[in-house]
């Protein structure tokens, strides 16, 4: 997690004239370093949970995107969904942690900021964030693309209930009247009225 520029203050760092004098002033380097880990082991190790935890996050959501997911039986599907909730309250939970050692680390040196190979620990974390996020919303822009896609143009996403279903074919959903031999002389008039005011026959109707 050493920056370019912290490396170029160790001016003996790429020399190739190996003597004991050299040798001593790579030991002295590499205690120094020791040193610094120990005295911010704490940083360190919330660090490496952090990114296991963010690896494994990013294992599951890749898998939740796969085409063959649901393909999967015995509950996996909602295991991994499970898991990946969990997941997701902890990376919070864990850069709260950090960003507070990271910043107690500057008031103890004069502001002088935690940093990972030479950007600033904060820097780090907002960025990493900030990827995921667009990434996010790319896949989810892509998913709805390929939703938009798979609808036929110009075809109704109306269900056909039987009201539409008779209008789709052409069909009225108009109730037919039955003429019985116990009407009475108006009501089998009235009923075999046409619109051109016409009747039609009684002997027509069976």
Request: charged share 35%; hydrophobic share 30%; aromatic share 6%.
């Amino acid at each position: 997690m050493v920056g370019e520029e912290e490396r170029k203050q160790f001016s003996f760092f790429e020399d190739d004239l190996y003597t004991e004098d050299l040798l001593s002033l790579h030991d002295m380097e590499l205690n120094k370093w020791k040193k610094f880990y120990n005295q911010n082991c704490a940083i360190f190790k919330l660090l490496n949970k952090r990114n296991e935890v963010w690896q494994k996050l990013q294992e599951l959501e890749k898998a939740a995107a796969a085409p063959d997911r649901y393909k999967n039986r015995g509950g996996k599907l909602l295991k991994e969904e499970k898991e990946r909730n969990v997941l997701t309250k902890q990376i919070p939970k864990l850069e709260e942690q950090i960003r507070e050692l990271a910043y107690n680390y500057a008031l103890e040196h004069n502001g002088r900021p935690f940093t990972i190979h030479g950007e600033p620990l904060e820097t780090v974390l907002d960025r990493s964030t900030e990827n995921r996020e667009n990434d996010r919303k790319l896949k989810l822009s892509a998913r709805k693309q390929q939703r938009d896609k798979t609808v036929t143009p110009g075809r109704s996403l109306m269900p056909l209930t039987p009201r539409n279903r008779s209008n789709a074919l052409g069909g009225s959903t108009c109730k037919r009247k039955i003429i019985t031999p116990s009407m009475s002389a108006t009501k089998r008039s009235k009923y075999l009225q046409v619109p051109s005011g016409g009747n039609v026959d009684e002997g027509d109707v069976s």
